[in-house]
C-alpha cells in the first residue's frame, strides 16, 4: 500500500509540489495508529478540520504553521502574487489566512485585494458585455488578459524570490470557443516564460477547479459551455503548451475533482459549500494554499 502512515517518505521537492500525483485518505483509517510516523508521513498533513489527507504517491508535503510560512515569505522579502477570477480570490483568501489565522475580513471583490506585506491578488478583468461574439462565442483579447498579468507584476513584486500563480480558466475558457483559447494560450505561456527568464520569478499556471459542472450550480453557465469535457481538452492543451515552454503547473484539478462535496457550485470551494458569499475555503482549498507555500518556500530543486 503506497499510502500506508507507516512508510517513510522525503519531502516533495520544489519541481513536484503542485504536480506530484496523488489522491484523499481518509485519516481516521491510515492514522489511528499510535505508532504512526506524523512527520515522516502523510498524516501530519491533514487539516483539523477535515477527515481527509492529501497524499501524493511517492513523496509528502510539509504542513507550514503560521510561524514557518512567515518566516519562508516575510523574512526573505519574498511574495505570493495571485492572478485571475474567483478561484483565485479564494486561493488569495486560504494563503492570508495561513499566514496569519482570522486576521483577514474575505468578502465577495471583483478587485485588486492585498495583504502586504506578501500576499497580494489582481482581478483580471472581463467585460463579456463589450466584445465580440458573447456569450456564447467570445473574442476575448489576450493582449489585454497580458497586459493585466505584467502590470501587476511590475507592480507589485519586488524581488527574484516571488511567486506568481495565474489561474487556468480566466473567463474565455466558458465565455470563448475552444478554437479561440487554443489560438491564444500560447500567448499566456510566452508571457509567464518571460517573467520568469527576465524576472526570476517563479511564474505557475494554475490547472484546475473551474471545471466541476455540471455536477451542480449555476446552469447559465453550462448554457453557456461550462462543461467538464470541454474543459479538461482546454487544460491538457495549456498543460502542453506550458510545458513545452517551461512554465510549471500547478495541479489543483486533482485535488478538488474528487471531491464534489466541497463545493455548492461546482467551482468555488468554501467554507461551508451551501452558503454561496463566504469566500473563506474549506479544507479542500486550504490543502492548495498549503501546496502552494511548499512551492514557494522548498530549497530542495531535485
Known sequence: NPFAPSIPRRLCNKQEAGV????????????????TN?????????????????????????????LEAQECLEDHGRKVLVAGASPQRTLFFDTADLLFPGEIVTSKAHQDLEFPP?????????????????????????GNVTWHIENFVNNTSTGRNDVLVVQAGIHDIFFGSLETFFANIPKMAQTLKTLRDEKGIDAMYRYGDMIHLPRGGDIDLVEHGFRSQRMVEALEFARQVMSEAGVPVLDTLQMTRARPEGTSDGYH???????????????ISRSSAQVLMHRACSTDQA
Request: net charge negative; with cysteine; hydrophobic share 35%.
Open 269 to 283: 470551494f468554501n467554507e461551508w459549500a451551501n452558503i454561496e458569499d463566504t469566500y473563506r475555503g474549506n479544507a
Open 118 to 142: 506578501v500576499v497580494f491578488f489582481h482581478w483580471v478583468p472581463y467585460h463579456v458585455n463589450l466584445v465580440e461574439g458573447c456569450p456564447l462565442a467570445c473574442k476575448l483579447d489576450y
Open 38 to 66: 506524523w512527520e515522516q508521513g502523510h498524516c501530519g498533513f491533514s487539516d483539523s478540520a477535515d477527515n481527509w489527507i492529501w497524499a501524493p504517491v511517492h513523496c509528502r508535503y510539509h504542513k507550514y504553521s503560521p
Open 20 to 35: 506530484a500525483k496523488g489522491r484523499w485518505v481518509r485519516r481516521s483509517v491510515v492514522c489511528s495508529d499510535p505508532s
